[in-house]
């Protein structure tokens, strides 16, 4: 094979699917890790929510409403 203008070319091209390849990978981490993020938010807002509702019930009996 010769290394003129289109080997070398070849080279980069391969060069950059790899990278490619690699980014492809790491995005696809990045939106699993994403939605696992997301999932621990809204358990978290579910909680907080439940959690003000047990309390708010509690200080209307000790406090009631005027």
């Given at each position: 094979?010769?290394?003129?203008?289109?080997?070398?070319?070849?080279?980069?091209?391969?060069r950059?699917?790899?990278?490619?390849?690699?980014?492809?990978?790491?995005?696809?981490?990045?939106?699993?890790?994403m939605?696992s993020?997301?999932?621990?938010?809204?358990?978290?807002?579910?909680?907080?929510?439940?959690?003000?509702?047990?309390?708010?019930?509690?200080?209307?009996?000790?406090?009631?409403?005027?």
């Amino acid at each position: 094979m010769s290394d003129g203008p289109d080997s070398l070319i070849m080279v980069y091209l391969r060069r950059l699917d790899e990278r490619m390849d690699r980014v492809t990978a790491d995005v696809q981490e990045v939106k699993a890790r994403m939605t696992s993020v997301e999932q621990q938010v809204a358990n978290l807002a579910a909680t907080q929510a439940s959690q003000y509702a047990i309390l708010s019930t509690r200080l209307d009996l000790v406090e009631p409403a005027r």
